[in-house]
């Protein structure tokens, strides 16, 4: 190789890259003008830098990409944890709305048919109304103990249930029909279960069917 050959192909990448002085790049393109083997070499210089660049390029879209692909995953998992939530509440409530309270009225044993027919007579109106008699309470519970009820064989002589109302009635209307109730000749005591909210109710439910 020439002696100017080597000097001005280490001068090539600087040249190729418009780094070198003036000078220098006129001594380059001086030389190139007459000499092939030079000429080639920039070209293949230039080729393999475009070539970099262009891996470079292709490097930076795959990292684009996957940001993105990630991105996406993280999106679709929050939106479907959020639907979740929404689609569980929405059931929730209309669960709730669909339930209605109930209030259940205790009889004394001692009760006149007419005190009876008052009592009914006052819940009537709020709703409906279910008569539970002390035996059907005692054989309700025989049927829910299942194997266990021979623990309440006996029980029919001296049945320590009372006879029961039990009216299916609004949330709002629970505190009045107690007050009216339970002052009422022949009652025993006025009970109902309170839920507040649609997520109390949840909860009273799966306590209820675990026991
Ligand atoms: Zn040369």
Redesign the pocket.
């Known amino acids: 190789?020439?002696k100017?050959?080597?000097i001005?192909?280490d001068l090539l990448f600087g040249y190729s890259d418009g780094v070198i002085s003036k000078s220098s790049t006129e001594l380059v393109e001086n030389?190139?003008k007459?000499?092939?083997?030079?000429?080639n070499?920039l070209e293949e210089i230039k080729k393999d830098s475009k070539k970099d660049n262009q891996e470079k390029e292709v490097d930076y879209l795959k990292k684009v990409k996957n940001k993105l692909k990630r991105r996406k995953k993280i999106i679709i998992t929050v939106l479907s944890i959020l639907f979740i939530i929404i689609l569980f509440n929405v059931v929730l409530f209309i669960n709730y709305n669909l339930t209605p309270s109930e209030v259940q009225v205790f009889l004394l044993d001692d009760i006149t048919e007419e005190q009876k027919a008052d009592i009914e007579n006052t819940l009537r109106g709020f709703g409906k109304i279910t008569y539970e008699s002390k035996e059907e309470t005692l054989n309700g519970i025989r049927e829910k103990i299942g194997k266990n009820a021979y623990l309440l064989n006996g029980w029919d002589k001296d049945n320590p249930f009372k006879a029961s109302y039990t009216v299916k009635v609004d949330r709002e209307d629970i505190e009045k029909i107690t007050l009216l109730v339970e002052n009422l000749d022949g009652v025993y005591s006025v009970e109902f279960m309170h839920i507040g909210n649609p997520y109390e109710l949840f909860i009273a439910n799966i306590l209820m069917n675990k026991s």
């Open positions: 190789m020439k100017e050959c080597e001005v192909q030389h190139l007459e000499c092939e083997n030079c000429k070499k």
